[in-house]
């Protein structure tokens, strides 16, 4: 059986080492494959697809919205957070689901443990930062959603419960008082590695700061947090954890994430 990457571009994805690493612990006879598809092209590929009944895909920047109308049914995470990351393909019939939320969280816990009276400063308002933001907001004391464009972190505020607030990036001193910093904004992502998204004065010892991106493995705000005494989390656990919640959608059986996480680790290390 086939799985496939859609997205454009993909070139540099560490998703095909991670899932072939597990399909082959598991003496699955499937296989992982990249497979570029232009914004103009996706109704016409998700239709092959179909009809070559494909196991399941993956859907990353920019179709994880525009997907949405290709799909049969969307599953509750998918519907919730408005975009997908995941495809099944049961019969024929594609179902749409999000695993980015419960791997992003799910990589957040295991390190830190449960969240429930943290106060969480979260960074971005974009399609990662809207995931996160569904799964914060009900468990943590206070969420921060700070974004370079103000409206849009108001806006995603808005939509959630508990005591969640939107505001502009320039807000960022509420950063010293938080227990959590997310870094959801692909500032600091490959090529950009001198960049972050906040000043270093803000962090301090005692927070946790967990930036997202995973290219490069350790960020400039990784960097800055460490100076401050600060602990750090890395984005590579997320990627490999919405790797693992994928996986089990697709084969109903469970990866080691420990073999996900050492395959992309390699293929980061090797510069792709
Ligand atoms: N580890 C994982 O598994 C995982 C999963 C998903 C995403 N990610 C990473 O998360 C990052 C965001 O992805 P996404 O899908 O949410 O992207 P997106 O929807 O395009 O959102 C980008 C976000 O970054 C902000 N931003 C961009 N350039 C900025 C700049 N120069 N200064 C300040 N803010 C800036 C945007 O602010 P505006 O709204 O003002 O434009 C927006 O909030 C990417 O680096 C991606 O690789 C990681």
Not at 42 to 54: C, F, K, P, S
Not at 132 to 156: C, D, Y
Not at 185 to 210: C, D, F, H, W
Request: hydrophobic residues 40%.
């Amino acid at each position: 059986m086939n799985y496939y990457l859609l997205g454009y571009p993909v070139g540099h994805s560490v998703s095909p080492a991670m899932h072939n690493a597990a399909f082959k612990e598991l003496d699955l006879p499937h296989r992982y494959n990249l497979l570029e598809t232009r914004p103009e092209n996706l109704g016409e590929t998700v239709q092959g697809l179909r009809e070559n009944i494909m196991g399941g895909a993956n859907v990353t920047i920019p179709h994880k919205i525009e997907i949405i109308k290709h799909m049969d049914t969307l599953a509750a995470s998918a519907k919730q957070i408005g975009a997908v990351n995941t495809i099944e393909n049961r019969g024929g019939q594609l179902i749409g689901h999000n695993t980015d939320a419960s791997g992003g969280i799910k990589a957040l816990t295991e390190k830190y443990g449960e969240l429930n009276e943290n106060r969480v400063v979260l960074l971005g308002a974009g399609g990662a930062a809207r995931a996160l933001a569904q799964e914060l907001a009900p468990k943590v004391s206070e969420l921060v959603i700070l974004n370079r464009s103000p409206e849009k972190a108001e806006k995603l505020a808005h939509t959630l419960p508990g005591n969640t607030v939107g505001a502009g990036l320039c807000e960022q001193r509420v950063i010293n008082t938080a227990d959590i910093v997310i870094n959801a904004t692909s500032v600091g992502m490959a090529p950009n590695t001198s960049e972050s998204p906040i000043e270093a004065q803000y962090l301090r010892k005692g927070q946790l700061v967990y930036d997202i991106v995973y290219n490069p493995i350790k960020t400039r705000l990784m960097r800055d947090a460490e100076k401050a005494g600060a602990e750090t989390l890395g984005g590579l656990w997320m990627l490999v954890y919405q790797g693992v919640e994928a996986f089990k959608i697709w084969t109903d059986l469970e990866p080691n994430p420990e073999t996900m996480y050492r395959a992309a680790l390699r293929v980061l290390e090797a510069g792709h």
